[in-house]
């Protein structure tokens, strides 16, 4: 159970991060989660808007002259008490699997933290996930946030 994920290369500067915002806004875009990492020259911004809006935001994106790229992640749902992440963490770690990048989602449910993840190997995360009873959101579940 993937979710899709737009990636965004921006230039750093001043005000790159609110026209690409105010792109999506305007355009009645939710970000219902997101992640800026960059470098001294450009950053990376990723996030995640419902499915019916994700092609049309990469259309918009394209067409207003960003770089742009959609890909799949994991949702999961993780304990919200202490050692719950830690423990998810220590899962793909025994298992030799490695995180590429994380990050918090906006919304999430009562009891649970919800988790964004790109790995190493994502197939065999899913299946560790639901051989060990961690809860993975469809893009279906994700959409009705």
């Known amino acids: 159970m993937f979710i899709k994920q737009i990636s965004v290369f921006l230039e ?3 005000g790159s991060l609110r026209v ?6 305007k355009n009645a875009i ?3 989660a997101v992640s800026i990492a960059d470098t001294k020259n450009f950053g990376i ?7 019916e809006e994700c092609a049309r ?4 994106l394209k067409e207003a002259g960003f770089s742009t790229r959609a890909n799949n992640v ?4 993780v304990p919200d008490r202490p050692m719950g992440l830690a423990e998810v963490l220590a899962l793909l770690d025994e298992n030799d699997l490695f995180i590429e990048y994380t990050y918090s989602f906006v919304r999430g ?5 919800l988790i964004i993840l790109r790995l190493s190997d994502p197939e065999r995360a899913l299946q560790l996930f639901a051989d060990n009873g961690v809860r993975v959101l469809s893009q279906d579940e994700v959409d009705a946030l």
């Open 20 to 25: 690409l915002t105010d792109l999506l806004g």
């Open 109 to 113: 449910r009562e009891n649970f933290a």
């Open 12 to 14: 750093n500067k001043r």
């Open 45 to 51: 911004v990723r996030f995640v808007v419902r499915s």
């Open 30 to 32: 939710d970000l219902l």
């Open 57 to 60: 935001a990469m259309d918009l």
């Open 74 to 77: 994991i949702c999961v749902a």
